[in-house]
């Protein structure tokens, strides 16, 4: 699919605010095709976002909407036969055309901490073993520096007792605290990138605060970038410097956190604002989105929201959005941005 050319309007921040040095991660007319049951299926379209050094992006949206498949292609934890068609560049190098040890190396760059982390550490490996095998595996250190350095990150993530916890397995600790075992082993690497896929999903509240706390803490402390996926806007803007919203394995807005929150532009990011419970206003009934949310590969070559969107035009649905980008760096994918960010900002409200 070729990307629409983006057009560029005056912007939303003052010049100053722009990010100026090359970004960490930058990612191009991303595009992944899948062969399900035999059949090719598109499941990311004209993927484009960048994160700078330091800043932490979340990327927003319902079930299927692509958030997940974007980590795992910029991890290149793909499976067999993927397609994929554009660019990513991590840290100056071409992410996708690395094989072999080079890919290798650079993956000890990066660092993913999942949702389920009973799902990826090994039930029958204590502790220890699970901390230690990617430091001495990367010939970094021997087991007594590897051992110090785990028991040393296992406390700065919370977690007492870490002669103890080391000797322990994985089972004998709470989901709470397997989940700071991932983000301890996610910086022992001392990673450029941390991929967060909706790591406090499976967390009690207060856990989630915990967790999120220590995330952000390391995060600053350490200078390291954070692509943090959730399906919740307001914890996105609590943590992330920048927010990018995905509908139908397409980016159809991104912007400074804080204004997306406050002031979308896009009809489907309105809607989501608007889902979401206030406990500081009388409770009403919340305005769910009608329709169903589509797959990429369900998508036309139209906009993917316009059959669910109040705001729809004709021409929505004859010709593709071009894509919006502001001199800030914001952007937003519909054919109606300009108009409609009075009235969507109303909506939230």
């Known amino acids: 699919m070729t990307a629409a050319i983006p057009q560029t309007v005056s912007g939303a921040r003052s010049p100053g605010s722009a990010r100026s040095e090359e970004p ?5 007319g991303l595009n992944l095709t899948l062969e399900v049951g035999g ?3 598109q499941v990311l379209r004209d993927v484009s976002l960048t994160i700078g050094r330091g800043e932490a992006l979340g990327l927003v949206g319902e079930s299927g909407a692509g958030k997940s498949m974007t980590l795992r292609t910029l991890a290149r934890l793909l499976p067999e036969r993927a397609q994929t068609t554009g660019s990513i560049r991590f840290d100056g190098q071409d992410l996708l055309s690395l094989r072999g040890d080079a890919l290798r190396r650079k993956r000890g760059d990066l660092a993913v901490i999942f949702q389920d ?18 430091l001495r595996t990367l010939g970094r250190t021997d087991r007594h520096e590897a051992t110090r350095r785990a028991q040393q ?9 870490t002669a103890r916890r080391m000797r322990q397995y994985p089972g004998d600790l709470s989901g709470g605290m397997l989940q ?23 967390l009690d509240v207060t856990t989630q605060s915990e967790v999120m706390a220590i995330l952000d803490e390391l995060r600053y402390n350490a200078g390291v970038s954070l692509l ?7 914890l996105a803007a609590a943590v992330c410097d920048r927010t990018a919203v995905m509908y139908a394995g397409q980016i159809v807005e991104s912007r400074e956190s804080e204004a997306l ?6 009809p489907y990011t309105a809607a989501l604002a608007g889902a979401r419970p206030d406990l500081e206003r009388p409770r009403t009934r919340l305005a769910a989105i009608p329709g169903r949310p589509i797959g990429a590969w369900e998508a036309e070559a139209t906009c993917a929201f316009a059959v669910r969107c109040p705001h729809r035009l004709p021409s929505c649905t004859e010709s593709g959005p071009v894509p919006l980008t502001y001199e800030s760096g914001d952007a937003v994918r519909c054919l109606r941005a300009a108009d409609l960010e009075a009235q969507l900002r109303g909506d939230t409200e």
């Open 24 to 28: 960490l991660v930058a990612i191009e």
């Open 39 to 41: 059949e090719k299926r």
């Open 117 to 134: 982390p009973r799902a990826y550490i090994n039930p029958v490996r204590r502790i220890g073993d699970f901390l230690t095998e990617q």
């Open 153 to 161: 990150m296992l406390s700065e993530v919370g977690i007492t007792d």
């Open 180 to 202: 700071r075992v991932m983000i301890a082993a996610a910086l022992l690497g001392e990673p450029k990138l941390i991929l967060a896929d909706e790591p406090t999903t499976a």
């Open 228 to 234: 943090f996926i959730t399906h919740d806007l307001d």
């Open 261 to 266: 929150h406050h002031n979308p532009r896009h």
